[in-house]
């Protein structure tokens, strides 16, 4: 049974940093696609980052030069440093992955999501 669980999440001020981090049992991220989602309150879940088996990234254009996405396989875990964070950024972020060494599809497996708030 695959588990994801995210934790780093927090309140920052604009211009800040948080490192988020999501750790998983039952599923390898060095095999498979993961990625980083988002949702803001009253707005859709939107994706931010994913980074494919082969260790290439790809990013939403707003979070682009801030946010950086990278796995660590030893430790089985999932990650996303984000700078320079801007109060649109405040929304609740989940860990996602896919059963697929490729990015392109359904995201099958998620995680209970971490809240990141960024104040003006």
């Known amino acids: 049974q695959v588990q994801l669980v995210e934790s780093g999440g927090g309140s920052v001020q604009a211009g800040g940093s948080l490192r988020l981090s999501c750790a998983a049992s039952g599923y390898s991220f060095s095999t498979y696609c993961a990625g980083w989602f988002r949702q803001a309150p009253g707005k859709e879940r939107e994706w931010v980052a994913s980074?494919?088996?082969?260790?290439?990234?790809v990013y939403t254009d707003s979070v682009k030069g801030r946010f950086t996405i990278s796995k660590d396989g030893a430790k089985n875990t999932l990650y996303v440093e984000m700078n320079g964070l801007e109060p649109e950024d405040t929304a609740m972020y989940y860990c996602?992955?896919?059963?697929?060494?490729?990015?392109?599809?359904?995201?099958?497996?998620w995680g209970q999501g971490t809240q990141v708030t960024v104040s003006s």
């Open positions: 996602a992955a896919r059963s697929s060494p490729s990015c392109m599809g359904t995201w099958e497996y």
């Open positions: 980074i494919a088996s082969d260790g290439t990234t």
